[in-house]
């Protein structure tokens, strides 16, 4: 049963509850083990994918954990540069006369000018400069060369929350007479970037590649500490968030692997099954327009457990996406496709050409080297232990943004067979989680009845229809009965050991369906759904014999 794409811009607005990402249990976590690391005198790198900067994730995070120190000294971004005023082409410098040459002065320094000890009368000195012809030129101050001197680089902004100069930053921190364990944070991805010198300009000591200044400060304090022989409570401590492409590429492991008075920390693994179900908890309320309301209660649960746990099985930890389908997708299987492209296409992402190869299964504490760039780009993620791609990393839409929208790509059934057996595959999972539990229950509920209408001994049933030792395969006939499965069931039912019910042989024959397509990992698609959530419905109501 196809359903009519919706336009996203027309979709009804999303509620305003959204959690931050803060009260998540994952979240927490993280930021405890930060705390603890930053208690016991280390400093801390935290390393962030690029989609968790642009989100305003990152920036969150490091608020959170920058909170939490009663001393700390939040660096300041640099200020822009200002920019140099251009002069109109053909047009004169000012105070010049058109056709006339510019004199020569000869260039002073303003510190080599002749001091004038004279009297203050109160009436102006002709000093015999030529005011008339044009202003004079006041000497530009001398300009020291290099980053450390420059007032928008990392030491001289640090200095200034400081009250010092650039050069006394460092030993400003581990002075004795200074606040004591101040934490010192920065936001990586704040810093301008890296321009290096040139030979017309005479630079010959340029701040160097790309976060460099991070990196000089991280060995200058780690330095000063040691040579101040500050013992772990007296340490004044870094927290540095940043992307990879923020920091000189040796540097995480260069702290890593040192002296032991650092610590990295990635944002790898760190949002499971449950951060991400507690995020879209409060919009499973929300229903898009012309979305059907199933009027009985229990199939009501069973579709809204369905809807929610295929949203965070499709998902991941990717919090945005999730919000967005969950809001768009109206929980029936034949829309699914079509609502996932449209979130997708909705905002850039990283497409199937990015797509890298995963060599293992389980995920480590870290992305190995080979895979650091595709987590940095959010191909690549830990999910609950194992390694896994993003589905943007394997869904065409990806790769189609708004412009896709209008093509058309946003239709169902608009990608290729990898995809949709990549998607199923989710599907199947998510839905083994919610419904594996009902149709054990049903099954259970089932044999207990069937126990009162055998036509045969009990033993002698077990023995012909029974697959499997059973775990009370020693106890009594009638207790190892119970653990009959619904195929078994079924079977004794059609060869007439059974007499149940047409109630319970319907109910039987659902849940032998159901849990053969998920045995195989396929969907339980809408209309068997339909049909299983209406016979455990009836089935809850006949209690037990």
Known sequence: MGRARRDPRAAAPPPAVELPAVGLPGVREQLRAIAADLAAGLHCLWLMTDGAVESGLADELYRAALDGEPVRIDIPAPAPAAPEPDLVPGEPEPGLVPGEPEPVLPWVYGDELPYLDLPDSGFDLDLGWPTAERPPRIPAPRRTTGARHDPRSLLARLGKELSVGPDEAVAALVEQKSVRRPLVGVRAWTEADAE?????????????????????????????????????????RLLVVARLRDLPESLPDELR????????????????????????????????????????????????AVRAETVVEVCGPDLALARRLVLEWDGMQDTLAGALELCLAAEPRPGPGERPRLHRVGALTRPSPELRQAWARDAVVSWEGRLRLHVAAWHPAATGGPAAQQEGVARTGGADRETRTLLTALVSQAQQRVLMPWIEEARQRVATRALGRLNRPAAVVLSEYADRRTAHRDDPPERAFLELQVGELLRAHNDGVLALPQEDARLLRLLVKARNALAHRSVVYDHTLDELCAALSRADLHGDP
């Open 196 to 236: 290096a010198g040139t030979a017309e300009q005479g630079r010959t000591n340029g701040p160097g590649p790309r976060g460099a200044a991070v990196a000089r400060l991280f060995r200058s304090l780690s330095a000063a500490v040691k040579a101040a022989g500050l013992p772990p409570g007296e340490r004044p």
């Open 257 to 304: 692997l040192g002296s032991g008075d650092s610590t990295v920390h990635w944002w790898w693994g760190a949002l499971g099954r449950l951060d991400t179900a507690t995020a879209i908890a409060p919009l499973l309320d929300h229903r898009p327009a012309g979305a059907r309301r199933e009027p009985d209660l229990s199939a009501r649960r069973i579709r809204r």
